[in-house]
């Protein structure tokens, strides 16, 4: 079960979406991660990482309608090629130039002429690469088109953003695998639980269609649903899916909604990935997980856990990407997140490492080369998880805050 050259990837933060303040975000400069990009995969490697997550940045890629430079992209490209670093290349984390209205025909025919231009340029390079087209449709539609807080803070219009973000999807596959039919794509969508807070039926039936919602983006890129769009099964070799502390909630989702690990209602991750196995039936990775502060050590160990027995129980778990690898500044307030294995670059490109994060994943690296061996599963989960508990409420506050302090 080798999909990638390690068991753990690590995923750099890429979003490029703007606020409703108009900066626009570009996590991959502000953690100076493109001028130490060569650095930070060697960093990486030290620790036993050899895959990764990256993105390309639309909005620097084709900052003038239909020409594209990729002179931002060069630098990343050569330094996975120089250092042998495995990527997984994400082309739309939530970002796009200004000129295009997302809710337009231009936005799929751009989008698609941008990534067969990216296929190209990466083709180039790497025999066969990895892409994700665009990195959780399920979460954005929400977000930009129901929930009013990421770009274009749209209202009730959650359905049309996902039919947007999938048919892009469709059109900007078949256009690569011209390109290249060697290609592997990625579909990373987050792995949700969501219960009805009050039992009625009306309730229940509403909890479950959220629930089940998290599976419809894939099903119609994957031809299971709405086939004139031309959704294919083959179009999605491996799905990732993105869990955080925070991916488990009541309906109708008020305050004081979220399930935390000690909650008998919670979901343990080994049964929801079970669950999105049974449903995708394809090859599973963890494409997103991670915690703020002293917990990380405690979450990754809970994480890997659940993972390990997933794999013991027959589905297939390709790997963990620790999201993100680097502590990044917060979206809309720029508060130091203690969220990664490495911290922020000094002027040399050096980065601190989290020692305790550190030991931790050299233990559970340990544990994934024994257990892809063929060794027995120990199922090492713990009762106590008041320290889980207390950081997703910690977690659930920061995001609260934040976007309160970003809408006004």
């Given at each position: 079960?080798?999909?990638?050259?390690?068991?753990?990837?690590?995923?750099?933060e890429?979003?490029?979406?703007?606020?409703?303040?108009?900066?626009?975000?570009?996590?991959?400069?502000?953690?100076?991660?493109?001028?130490?990009?060569?650095?930070?995969?060697?960093?990486?490697?030290?620790?036993?990482?050899?895959?990764?997550?990256?993105?390309?940045?639309?909005?620097?890629?084709?900052?003038?309608?239909?020409?594209?430079?990729?002179?931002?992209?060069?630098?990343?490209?050569?330094?996975?090629?120089?250092?042998?670093?495995?990527?997984?290349?994400?082309?739309?984390?939530?970002?796009?130039?200004?000129?295009?209205?997302?809710?337009?025909?231009?936005?799929i025919?751009?989008?698609?002429?941008?990534?067969?231009?990216?296929?190209?340029?990466?083709?180039?390079?790497i025999g066969?690469?990895l892409?994700?087209p665009?990195?959780?449709?399920?979460?954005?539609?929400?977000?930009?088109?129901?929930?009013?807080?990421?770009?274009?803070?749209?209202?009730?219009?959650?359905?049309?953003?996902?039919?947007?973000?999938?048919?892009?999807?469709?059109?900007?596959?078949?256009?690569?695998?011209?390109?290249?039919?060697?290609?592997?794509?990625?579909?990373?969508?987050?792995?949700?639980?969501?219960?009805?807070?009050?039992?009625?039926?009306?309730?229940?039936?509403?909890?479950?269609?959220?629930?089940c919602?998290?599976?419809?983006a894939?099903?119609v890129?994957?031809?299971?649903?709405?086939?004139?769009?031309?959704?294919?099964?083959?179009?999605?070799?491996?799905?990732?899916?993105?869990?955080?502390?925070h991916?488990?909630?009541?309906?109708?989702?008020?305050?004081?909604?979220?399930?935390?690990?000690?909650?008998?209602?919670?979901?343990h991750?080994?049964?929801?990935?079970?669950?999105?196995?049974?449903?995708?039936?394809?090859?599973?990775?963890?494409?997103?997980?991670?915690?703020?502060?002293?917990?990380?050590?405690?979450?990754?160990?809970?994480?890997?856990?659940?993972?390990?027995?997933?794999?013991?129980?027959?589905?297939?778990?390709y790997?963990?990407?620790?999201?993100p690898?680097?502590?990044?500044?917060?979206?809309?307030?720029?508060?130091?997140?203690y969220?990664?294995?490495?911290?922020?670059?000094?002027?040399?490109?050096?980065?601190?490492?989290?020692?305790p994060?550190?030991?931790?994943?050299?233990?559970?690296?340990?544990?994934?080369e024994?257990?892809?061996a063929?060794?027995?599963?120990?199922?090492?989960?713990?009762?106590?998880?008041?320290?889980?508990?207390?950081a997703?409420?910690?977690?659930?506050?920061?995001?609260?805050?934040?976007?309160?302090?970003?809408a006004?």
């Amino acid at each position: 079960m080798r999909a990638f050259q390690s068991f753990f990837l690590g995923g750099f933060e890429c979003s490029t979406h703007r606020l409703r303040n108009g900066k626009r975000l570009d996590l991959v400069h502000s953690t100076r991660h493109d001028q130490f990009v060569a650095s930070d995969f060697r960093l990486l490697q030290r620790h036993g990482i050899f895959s990764a997550r990256e993105g390309l940045r639309w909005h620097l890629i084709e900052a003038q309608p239909n020409h594209f430079d990729f002179s931002s992209a060069h630098k990343i490209i050569d330094a996975a090629c120089e250092t042998g670093m495995q990527v997984i290349w994400d082309l739309w984390h939530y970002g796009w130039p200004d000129d295009i209205d997302i809710f337009s025909e231009e936005f799929i025919t751009r989008f698609t002429a941008f990534a067969r231009a990216a296929s190209e340029k990466l083709s180039e390079k790497i025999g066969a690469p990895l892409i994700c087209p665009i990195n959780e449709i399920s979460f954005f539609s929400w977000a930009g088109g129901d929930g009013g807080i990421f770009n274009p803070f749209a209202r009730n219009r959650g359905n049309e953003m996902k039919q947007q973000l999938v048919r892009a999807s469709i059109e900007s596959v078949k256009a690569m695998r011209q390109i290249n039919p060697r290609i592997k794509f990625f579909h990373v969508d987050p792995m949700i639980n969501v219960l009805a807070s009050d039992p009625t039926p009306e309730n229940v039936a509403a909890a479950n269609a959220y629930h089940c919602s998290q599976f419809e983006a894939y099903d119609v890129i994957a031809g299971r649903r709405s086939p004139e769009l031309g959704g294919q099964e083959d179009w999605i070799d491996v799905v990732g899916v993105n869990y955080y502390i925070h991916n488990q909630w009541t309906y109708p989702g008020e305050g004081g909604s979220m399930i935390v690990p000690s909650d008998p209602r919670y979901r343990h991750v080994r049964d929801l990935l079970q669950e999105s196995f049974e449903h995708y039936r394809k090859p599973l990775f963890i494409a997103e997980t991670g915690i703020e502060d002293e917990t990380r050590p405690a979450w990754l160990k809970y994480l890997c856990n659940e993972v390990f027995a997933a794999i013991a129980n027959g589905v297939p778990v390709y790997g963990v990407c620790m999201y993100p690898i680097v502590s990044h500044p917060g979206w809309e307030d720029d508060r130091h997140c203690y969220n990664g294995l490495f911290d922020y670059a000094d002027d040399r490109g050096r980065r601190e490492v989290f020692e305790p994060l550190a030991t931790e994943l050299a233990r559970q690296q340990r544990f994934a080369e024994a257990i892809l061996a063929g060794k027995r599963f120990i199922d090492r989960r713990e009762t106590d998880v008041s320290a889980l508990d207390w950081a997703a409420h910690v977690m659930e506050k920061r995001t609260d805050d934040s976007r309160t302090a970003e809408a006004a």
